[in-house]
């Protein structure tokens, strides 16, 4: 089973003109909560239970964890008295929020055999009455709590993808190579339109959220930049593009790798993106649907900054900045391959635009730029100061969604971030090169 | 739920006078492979799931494992041609055999979350109704068979203790301290018996096993050895006694400890023996059925040989050789505290007797012999010559079985080994010294 | 010994308008040179020898490097069939340079007792002789060798800094507390004037090297930047401030920390800046000059940047960007306390101008920014390509060179780099907050 | 410049009858002390101070060691208030008296390039002329302390023989191969006689140091030990017996290796003994001469324990027990090829005697022992106590000295120990197997 493309699985509403309604939160909130399970049909108990490796979390964490937020950061400091659903949970499900105290350590996870899943979906239940409780009390919630409410949904969605990720990687530790769902859609194999170069001239352009719907503290505030002349590749580049440079020697020519991307080639034996495999005579790739023969017409999926920046420089190119990303997909509509389509796989690229094609969905874009704050940027007061802003170290940007995100989630000015060595994400490359 | 005492949880009959009939081997069978499913009873499909360390298994691989040896080594030799359950089980739950082909990496058993739990009781099943019927067939099976069936069920009692061992670390990792069985039984509280020293006189003794019955290979051949002159403790050690080690500074006290101890003293932060923990005023210790308080008349339990043998060094004595060991449990009946009392947990003494009493049962006894071959030893032909032999090597030998060893799993000259920092497994301390 | 204050120790000429002369290059080669033997002197061939952590070299490593550099690149390419000093120096002495071939692993630099330090002196006197003979050749050097030699010049400078500060790591791990230099003048006492806040407008900025005298090519290209209004703190932060935020708890307060930062303070145990020390009732500092008192009025030293930024943001201000750190430079004279000065520790702050104090010298300052490539930045062809651009990911920028910078060696559009976690580096804090 | 063979280099006399007289120790003293000296004559002062991996140390580390053995052991005791050459070389030198208090951390022996050279060699003259100075005192030592000067020499002795086995290991992690001697006399071909089988019957067996002369206290008491047949090859295997198995792939069948030994062949991706080099299409070795062709007459040396059990296993034998092979050494002479030969490397065997050939000196001879207490051994009481005894876990017995052994430090009750898979010492095989 898997979320078929008809439900609206993660809508949240956001009125444009400011903060939403009780009645349209409540309905997110629903909306939200039921997909993260929906998620979790196709697992067992036990899939739902283990750890792959330290940075990924089991499917159960996800589930107790997103729940864990409402109860810690809504119910807890609504009036009259929540009592915690177990009192250690505090302590087992705390990501990393020093504010709130201890947290069970994050390589041990998967150690949690108990709660067992039906009791981390009771602790959901639980959770969720008392929230909408909330929601509908004739009060309503005021405003800061309401804010919580919608920071904690998109919190929630940003788990569903890792949620998908980390099952994902879990399964390729599994010689006998299981599907997360047997019945993907199959896709018409195509011919990827020809990659066109887009132009875009300099100037002192405006980036960051502009406060109208939500977004996260790391996109503010909107400030001022100056951009250079640039070009942006049209789509992004296929699996038979990077073939290509895999075939060129890529993996075996120091020359073109940042030198900790060299260290990690060595140091991993990288030969490949994650999840290709060589069987018999070509190249398979392991999905979500099983493992298949590579596609030549897909977005080339599951590599690191390090393998995006050589064969940016293989292909006498380079990654784009966040802020030439940013402008460029402030032009277009965002459309495109997520998670809503059920095809948890980028799709073949389509007819050649004279705009750039799947900046959204399909896979992440590694963007040249390292996270770090934005100007005049301060994190929130308390705990949740600590979504964002502690993480804006050793880690690159990476922009416009893919195909496990959820629709609702992602903007123009979203910023997503991973450590350069990070290839478990849906992670691809799109070329940009200096303007003439 | 707990396996209950009235039950004949894992007897094996084995004829004084020669290998077991076909129907005792099948009644064995039958006994044997139920046990080790009674035993996961009380375990969700999660608490199966879990490999808690390298050295642990979970015990889902425990039920595979045991079920893959008597198709492996019975179903797959025998004539008819065997179909495999699963192509790719050989390679899954093949632990050390070389000679069979590829494993699967140990330290990545509890990464299989498919097949499932109910897909590996099925695969019980079906390797059962085979094994079952060679054993029930007119010609009944020829003598090698049956012995590698008999040894098969030797090897799932082994397992059988290696589940309860690996669970209870797995139970241990979780701050919710969650217990096995909830209801095992309460012992009256003891005042031990004073610890006496029972002497032996020196002389050439034969060791080993004597060939009537089972017996795993590294316990022949049957040899002379020179022993000296020396005593033996009357009983283990008890909490109280290694309490009085741990207050006067054992574990900071160099001069205690082998070399090598002292390092993994200070590597580990070793400050007790595992499974301690400090609550409030006084010493808890985590059983089997839960948190307790530490309880000065049981043996001590969970110690490695670096704490056994520095406990002897403070005591003034030294730990027995396993040929004392051996000669001293020659003369006494194997009765003891095993898993078939539902206990779970070692025992206080009882009564103190002119020969040494619970030699078996309650912990395994370090010695001081380091794991060999006897003189004149050659593991068997083929694959099954891997079962012990290569082991030979880093390790120690203990004596005598736990309170989680099925009774008709051990005798005299059992030899059981685990490398000197092992603390998992129900391990205690008898003291012994040189005869005057 | 130590270098005295009126040696022109690393004076490299270059000429305002276009490259040095070939008489220009003669004088400054040999100049640096033999400064950076001088820095050797007081060293034994065992000090040379000795490499303490993978991320320093030992000496004689650095003295032969150098020498390889401008073999590698100087001699081997001119004209007339160089044949090497020793074939296999090529990849001994060879650091990063995948383009050249081989190399000796980073980490075992100090297994190499052969060559002997003699033997490498005589390795660079046999360099040094053919470089100078091309240098005073009739004809000269063409353009292009020559821009090599005034690159291998200022290499060596970077490469007299990092010996002088592995020296000092390396005599920091015994416990007998030696001293590089015995002597080291004595500064009088200060009371440090008060921080003041300099404010700096906002604005489209030129950044980067104008071309005119040598820079590193990550220095170009010159660019424009929006810079928003900003305010700079008037010198470096203190030791009397650092120890403010250590009693403080600052290293015990999570929130005030980067997520990775208080990892390393976990992983590492710091508790305080390198080479501090805890005598008695206060704070000792180890130095070139060996263990002294801590100065409260010295600029804090060996700080990481993750250091510099919890004390940033306990102090309610954050680091600065390289860029507003280079437009304030840009408008200060390039005078402060360099190697020249034998003092090889910093400096107590003087007297409070209205323009920023101690830019330059003392410590280098760690900015916020992220090491990247300037917009338009291409690294050159060839070998030389190496230098800069394969690091420019992981690392954050500092700026403004040290007391144990040759002072000819740094300008304001100096852009030094080291991991966030680096602390054997000469480095402090400067602070910045947003303009209002 | 190496040992010539015609000084006695560290004959250290023992009267048969009782201890040393004052004058034996003194001479003796003066011979072993020299000794030390003269095996660091071709090593600079580089050489001698570089710690090439943790298991080893600086030759200048074992120069100072040695002589805070008396200092600690002989003058600190002695009446008269000894003032120690520096007070903190008491922590610096000591390697591993828990007993006599704190240690420098082993891993990092190698970073203390103070004391320099001169200033240890200056240590060692201060040191030796007090002792001489003690032992030449009208009244002599006292029994005990005059046993700790033998004690002493004997410890020096096996630094010597340390000394030699660390630099040969730090000289091959220079790519540039270099020699600790050039100029070692050639040794001519010969044709190794067959391997022959001696026989041993069974019976009761004294074993271990008898009293007469100086033993350590590992070779005590002198106990009974029952052994049953065997026999013994006559002498050790050579390399060309060794290449068999390799070209029989012996490093790629894990059913010839321990678990433990599989474990590490692939773990260090051991294809072939230390210091065996492919060149070309044959082999070379790595010897303190330099590089030469591998011969295959010589003794094979540098293998481990799993080697030299595996090698064991594949020519259908076993190794010997320690005291099968102290029976056998108990019956010939102690002669063979030491440290004395100035060869430092294992020559090959000559004609075959009615005894085994080649039991003292070559290469120390792994046995199948692990190393233990003998019955009744206990530690001597104070610091030296940890001489011996705290090293009896986890290591293997090797008997009869090596070719960098002195030849009067070895003897039929020797028991050298180390753990098995350690290779950087000279240690060969020799074969055995039951009796029939």
Chains 1, 2, 3, 4 share one sequence.
Request: proline share 9%; net charge neutral; aromatic share 12%.
């Amino acid at each position: 089973m898997r979320p078929t493309p008809d439900t609206p699985v993660t809508t949240i509403r956001s009125g444009r003109e400011g903060a939403p309604t009780p009645a349209d939160l409540a309905a997110s909130y629903r909306t939200v909560r039921r997909a993260t399970r929906r998620l979790c049909e196709p697992l067992s108990a036990e899939d739902c239970q283990v750890q792959s490796m330290p940075d990924a979390s089991p499917a159960k964490w996800h589930l107790a964890h997103t729940t864990w937020f409402f109860e810690t950061f809504v119910l807890e400091p609504a009036s009259g008295g929540y009592r915690p659903f177990h009192p250690q949970f505090r302590v087992l499900f705390n990501s990393y929020y020093q504010t709130v105290g201890e947290q069970h350590p994050r390589p041990r996870r998967g150690m949690l055999t108990r709660p067992r899943l039906d009791e981390v979906l009771a602790y959901r239940e639980h959770v969720d009455e008392r929230v909408l409780d909330l929601l509908d009390s004739p009060r309503g919630l005021a405003d800061a709590p309401a804010a919580v409410v919608e920071l904690g949904l998109h919190h929630e969605q940003q788990h569903q993808e890792l949620l998908l990720t980390d099952v994902k990687h879990l399964l390729s530790c599994n010689p006998l190579r299981p599907a997360y769902v047997a019945d993907s859609p199959a896709m018409p194999r195509t011919d990827p339109p020809t990659l066109r170069w887009l132009a875009y001239g300099e100037g002192v352009r405006w980036l960051g959220h502009d406060g109208r719907g939500f977004a996260f503290d790391n996109e503010r505030p909107r400030h001022r930049s100056f951009v250079g002349a640039f070009e942006l590749g049209s789509r992004p580049a296929t699996n038979a593009e990077y073939l290509a440079f895999v075939s060129d020697g890529g993996y075996r020519r120091p020359e073109l790798w940042l030198s900790d991307g060299w260290n990690a080639v060595q140091t991993h034996g990288w030969e490949a993106p994650l999840y290709w495999e060589r069987r018999g005579g070509g190249w398979h790739v392991l999905t979500l649907g099983g493992l298949r023969e590579l596609r030549p017409d897909e977005p080339v999926c599951h590599v690191s900054f390090y393998e995006a920046d050589a064969y940016a420089t293989w292909a006498g190119a380079r990654l784009p900045s966040e802020a030439e990303w940013e402008l460029a997909a402030g032009d277009t509509l965002k459309k495109g391959n997520f998670v809503e389509s059920g095809l948890l796989h980028p799709a073949p690229a389509n007819a050649a635009p004279d705009v750039p094609s799947q900046l959204f969905g399909d896979v992440w874009e590694w963007t040249r730029s390292s996270y770090g704050p934005y100007p005049g940027y301060r994190p929130p007061a308390g705990a949740l100061g600590e979504y964002n802003g502690k993480f804006m170290c050793n880690q690159m940007v990476l922009r416009g969604g893919s195909c496990v995100t959820p629709a609702s989630h992602v903007r123009a000015t979203y910023r997503n971030f991973f450590p350069p060595d990070a290839r478990w994400q849906f992670s691809g490359v799109r070329l940009a090169r200096d303007g003439r």
